[in-house]
C-alpha cells in the first residue's frame, strides 16, 4: 500500500512538472522565434502593401492615333486608326472603354471588366485581369467584310512595371473567342501590344506597337488569317 501510494505520488509529481514545462513553452520567448515572427509579418505586410488600393477610386481618359499594316492574302496597305478610352476603378475593380475608327472602314467598340490582382494603383506597377468584348463592325465600303460585324468575347490581361518612377512599360495581351459573325464567318484571334511611357504628374505620354492575328473561317471551311501590325502614339490623363 505504501509503495503504490509512492508511484501515484511520483505520477502526480511527474504531470505537474510537464504541465509546467508545456506552460514555459507557451509563453517563453527566443531570438530564433522572434526572427521567424518578424519575417512572417514583414511578408504580410508586403503582401498588403502589394494587394492593397493606394485611392478608392481612379480614373483615367485617354487619346491615340496610329498608322497599320493590314496583311491579307498578299496585300498589305498602310491604315489609319484614331481612339479613345475611358477607365473607372474603385478600389481593385474596375471597366473600361475604347472606340476606335480606322480608315479600314470599321468602327470599334471595346468593353471590358478588370481586376487589379497586384498593385496599388492603375498608375503605378501592377497586373491586372481582363474580360470583355470587342465589336468591330464594317461599313458597306469594306474591301473584304461589307456590312458584316465581328463581335467577340475576349478575356486576357496587362502587366505594368515601372524602371523609374517616371517612366516605364506595359504589356496587353488579349484571346478572342471564336463567335460566328453577322455575315457567318467563325472569328477568333488575339491581340499582344507593347507599350512605352513616360509620366508628367498625372499626364501620362506613350507610344505603342500592337500585332493584332484574326482567323476567318468561312462557310465553306476555308481560313482566312488576317495581320495588323501597327505603332501609335497617345496620351493619357489620370484623375
Given at each position: 500500500?505504501?509503495?503504490?501510494?509512492?508511484?501515484?505520488?511520483?505520477?502526480?509529481?511527474?504531470?505537474?512538472?510537464?504541465?509546467?514545462?508545456?506552460?514555459?513553452?507557451?509563453?517563453?520567448?527566443?531570438l530564433?522565434?522572434?526572427?521567424?515572427q518578424?519575417?512572417?509579418?514583414?511578408?504580410?505586410?508586403?503582401?498588403?502593401?502589394?494587394?492593397?488600393?493606394?485611392?478608392?477610386?481612379?480614373?483615367?481618359?485617354?487619346?491615340?492615333?496610329?498608322?497599320?499594316?493590314?496583311?491579307?492574302?498578299?496585300?498589305?496597305?498602310?491604315?489609319?486608326?484614331?481612339?479613345?478610352?475611358?477607365?473607372a476603378?474603385?478600389?481593385?475593380?474596375?471597366?473600361?472603354?475604347?472606340?476606335?475608327?480606322?480608315?479600314?472602314?470599321?468602327?470599334?467598340?471595346?468593353?471590358?471588366?478588370?481586376l487589379?490582382?497586384?498593385?496599388?494603383?492603375?498608375?503605378?506597377?501592377?497586373?491586372?485581369?481582363?474580360?470583355?468584348?470587342?465589336?468591330?463592325?464594317?461599313?458597306?465600303?469594306?474591301?473584304?467584310?461589307?456590312?458584316?460585324?465581328?463581335?467577340?468575347?475576349?478575356?486576357?490581361?496587362s502587366?505594368?512595371?515601372?524602371?523609374?518612377?517616371?517612366?516605364?512599360?506595359?504589356?496587353?495581351?488579349?484571346?478572342y473567342?471564336?463567335?460566328?459573325?453577322?455575315?457567318?464567318?467563325?472569328?477568333?484571334?488575339?491581340?499582344?501590344?507593347?507599350?512605352?511611357?513616360?509620366?508628367?504628374?498625372?499626364?501620362?505620354?506613350?507610344?505603342?506597337?500592337?500585332?493584332?492575328?484574326?482567323?476567318?473561317?468561312?462557310?465553306?471551311?476555308?481560313?482566312?488569317?488576317?495581320?495588323?501590325?501597327?505603332?501609335?502614339?497617345?496620351?493619357?490623363?489620370?484623375?
Amino acid at each position: 500500500m505504501f509503495i503504490l501510494s509512492i508511484n501515484l505520488f511520483a505520477d502526480d509529481i511527474f504531470v505537474i512538472v510537464v504541465q509546467k514545462q508545456a506552460a514555459k513553452r507557451s509563453t517563453s520567448w527566443s531570438l530564433s522565434e522572434w526572427m521567424m515572427q518578424k519575417k512572417e509579418f514583414a511578408l504580410q505586410d508586403q503582401w498588403l502593401a502589394l494587394h492593397s488600393s493606394s485611392t478608392l477610386f481612379e480614373f483615367y481618359l485617354a487619346a491615340e492615333t496610329g498608322d497599320y499594316h493590314f496583311s491579307r492574302e498578299g496585300n498589305n496597305p498602310l491604315q489609319q486608326s484614331k481612339a479613345a478610352h475611358f477607365g473607372a476603378f474603385v478600389s481593385i475593380f474596375g471597366l473600361e472603354f475604347k472606340q476606335e475608327k480606322s480608315n479600314e472602314n470599321f468602327s470599334e467598340i471595346d468593353y471590358r471588366f478588370a481586376l487589379r490582382v497586384l498593385g496599388k494603383a492603375v498608375q503605378g506597377t501592377n497586373f491586372t485581369l481582363h474580360y470583355g468584348q470587342r465589336k468591330r463592325a464594317f461599313a458597306n465600303a469594306s474591301s473584304y467584310h461589307e456590312n458584316d460585324e465581328f463581335k467577340n468575347n475576349y478575356w486576357g490581361g496587362s502587366l505594368s512595371l515601372y524602371l523609374l518612377p517616371f517612366l516605364g512599360g506595359q504589356a496587353l495581351f488579349h484571346q478572342y473567342m471564336e463567335k460566328r459573325s453577322v455575315n457567318g464567318h467563325e472569328v477568333a484571334g488575339d491581340l499582344l501590344e507593347l507599350t512605352g511611357f513616360i509620366d508628367f504628374s498625372f499626364v501620362r505620354l506613350y507610344l505603342t506597337t500592337s500585332k493584332e492575328v484574326l482567323n476567318i473561317k468561312s462557310s465553306n471551311g476555308s481560313i482566312i488569317r488576317e495581320k495588323r501590325d501597327g505603332n501609335k502614339i497617345g496620351i493619357k490623363i489620370f484623375f
